[in-house]
């Protein structure tokens, strides 16, 4: 391998930068796809779903071929309280039928898939290599434009445009100069279990016919007042629960992520989910918060960044995201290989279609709720609480008249904090726990 | 809370590391965990606790063998004392393969 040349140097085999060598490949250009994992998927996890729909706009039918673990039917919320939980959920059994709505998933079988699809379409795949640092040219006395990458190796892989895919560390991304560094109070952080369990008694115990699967987000008693969540997927013949939260809460309040998820699972209500399932995988990661006003520029002379590198996650969201603006970096790209300019002139159609995009519109929306946990992190805490404590008195049997016993239960939430916060605490937990 | 070691079961007997020889993780400098850090938040966020204080030498320790690139290093640092890079490629972490744990 001598120093190449390519059209285009993707840093990153995780969705965004999968995503944008496959179409870019399809489109006839060069691509490297340039992954420091044994294999696309290596270093990845996450909770959780891929999303049919915008998986389907870059990949038509990958349901038919992906390694997908259970088609998801039931979405459950639960506001866990120590020996309670009050739920909503819903169970469609129309998403078990094509297109469906969303799966469950591991990364470390998609990623390799997906970024394979890519390898078919004509691109180049590098793994086990690191990009290190950007090379550039320059262009006219004072300007320069990014001329490729430089690998852990030495060698130097020159491109007229360098995509950074990179993920959550953003490395490069920064030495760029296109973000700076992040806060704690910016990253949530997770740990993951994989549990095996045999597919019978996973659908026994969620009420699944085989192929389907079922999701559960908690929050309240899994983060131990970590502003944060649990979760629980179904896979198809293991279980995923993750825990974790702000990691600047972490720190402040002592908590080993660890710790958190052992707990987690002695939850009564959790440990007969999970009971005699061997514990066959333990992951842990960061997902970048920061929000709005973190995301960098998303573009330079010879450079665009996409993903979790850029900041974009919203909710639950984030690989449907990552894969969204890998396919607008590989529409521009398109766009200035047509021009025969790779300059910002160029490129800067890229933030226009971000900017334009649904979930910019979503990420823009969810700053207020991060003020708000800034302001009271208490609030999912006290949320689960009133809620469990009002359900226990709601289903309790007793013998006074139900009308006095629903006032009974109004004036004990009502009377717990002004009436707005309560509200609002349920609003924001909700919406910070994103779309269901 | 209490330590991670220290638990019976240990999720190390499924994880699937290959170490580098040289450490990506370093300590900048060793005063700050001394003199600055009261409460030394390394030893309890690190997920596979690669970070413990050594009472002998009053120093942190850094077992980077045991890291997973969560990639909470550097942030969850408050004195932005540890300097952290990825392994090099095909080093570290791999979640792949998970069926070849012996
Ligand atoms: C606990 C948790 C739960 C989540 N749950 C969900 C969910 O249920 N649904 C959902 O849609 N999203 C979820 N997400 C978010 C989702 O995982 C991310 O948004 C998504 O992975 C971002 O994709 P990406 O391609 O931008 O980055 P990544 O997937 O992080 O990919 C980046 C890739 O680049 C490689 N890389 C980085 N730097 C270099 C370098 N210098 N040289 C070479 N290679 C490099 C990495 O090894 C990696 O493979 C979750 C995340 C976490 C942490
Ligand atoms: S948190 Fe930072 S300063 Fe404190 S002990 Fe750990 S490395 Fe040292
Ligand atoms: S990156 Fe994560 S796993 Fe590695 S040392 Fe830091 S906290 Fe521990």
């Given at each position: 391998m001598g120093n190449d040349r390519y059209n285009v140097v993707i840093v990153g085999a995780g969705p965004a930068g999968s995503t944008a060598a496959l179409l870019l490949a399809q489109n006839n250009l060069s691509v490297a796809l340039i992954e420091?994992?044994?294999?696309?998927?290596?270093?990845n996890m996450f909770g959780g779903s891929i999303y049919r729909k915008p998986t389907a706009k870059i990949i038509p039918g990958f349901w038919k071929e992906a390694p997908l673990e259970r088609t998801i039917i039931t979405d459950e919320l639960w506001l866990m309280d120590r020996t309670s939980a009050v739920k909503a959920g819903f169970t469609g059994l129309?998403?078990?039928?094509?297109?469906y709505n969303k799966f469950s998933a591991i990364r470390s079988k998609f990623d390799p898939w997906f970024a394979n699809q890519a390898v078919k379409a004509g691109a180049k795949l590098m793994t086990e290599?690191?990009?290190v640092d950007l090379v550039y040219e320059k262009i006219g006395l004072l300007k320069k434009k990014v001329d490729g990458v430089k690998l852990d190796n030495g060698e130097v892989i020159y491109a007229d445009v360098v995509l950074l895919?990179?993920?959550?560390?953003?490395n490069l991304t920064q030495k760029a100069g296109l973000r700076g560094s992040i806060e704690a109070s910016s990253l949530t952080l997770y740990v993951k279990e994989e549990l095996a369990l045999p597919a019978k008694k996973i659908e026994s115990r969620f009420n699944l016919e085989p192929g389907e699967g079922s999701n559960i987000g908690m929050i309240g008693y899994p983060t131990a007042s970590v502003v944060g969540k649990g979760g629980l997927w179904t896979n198809q013949d293991s279980i995923s629960i993750i825990v974790g939260g702000y990691l600047n809460q972490i720190n402040s309040k002592g908590v080993s992520p660890y710790q958190l998820l052992t707990r987690f699972k002695e939850h009564p209500l959790i440990k007969r989910l999970i009971s005699d399932a061997k514990p066959i995988a333990y992951k842990s990661h960061i997902i970048p918060k920061g929000g709005y006003e973190s995301i960098?520029?998303?573009?330079d002379d010879g450079i665009l960044v996409a993903g979790d590198a850029a900041m974009m996650v919203s909710g639950r969201r984030g690989t449907d995201i990552a894969m969204l603006s890998g396919l607008y970096a590989a529409e521009t790209i398109a766009q200035a290989r047509a021009a025969q300019d790779y300059t910002a002139k160029v490129l800067k159609g890229y933030k226009k279609r971000i900017m334009d995009s649904f979930f910019m519109k979503s990420i823009k929306k969810s700053k207020n709720s991060k003020q708000y946990y800034k302001e009271h992190p208490d609030a999912d805490f006290l949320l689960t609480k009133a809620a469990n404590d009002a359900a226990y008195r709601f289903f309790t049997v007793g013998i006074e008249a139900s009308e006095t016993k629903m006032k009974k239960i109004k004036d004990e939430i009502f009377g717990m904090q002004p009436t707005k916060k309560t509200l609002t605490d349920l609003y924001y937990g909700i919406q910070d726990w994103g779309i269901f | 809370m209490s330590n991670f070691l220290k638990a019976e079961e240990s999720p190390f007997d499924y994880i699937k590391i290959k170490p580098?020889?040289?450490?990506?993780?370093?300590?900048?400098?060793?005063k700050t965990c001394l003199k600055?850090?009261?409460?030394?938040?390394c030893t309890y966020y690190c997920p596979t606790r690669v970070f413990a204080w050594d009472e002998e030498s009053n120093q942190i320790k850094v077992s980077?063998?045991?890291?997973?690139?969560?990639?909470a290093c550097p942030y969850g640092c408050p004195h932005n004392n540890i300097e952290w890079h990825f392994p090099k490629g095909g080093y570290g972490v791999n979640y792949s393969d998970q069926e070849d744990l012996s």
């Open positions: 420091r994992g044994k294999k696309p998927g290596s270093k129309k998403f078990n039928e094509e297109p290599t690191l990009a895919a990179e993920g959550a560390s953003a960098p520029t998303l573009y | 580098d020889d040289e450490s990506h993780i370093d300590i900048k400098n060793r600055a850090c009261e409460n030394k938040p980077y063998t045991r890291c997973i690139e969560c990639l």
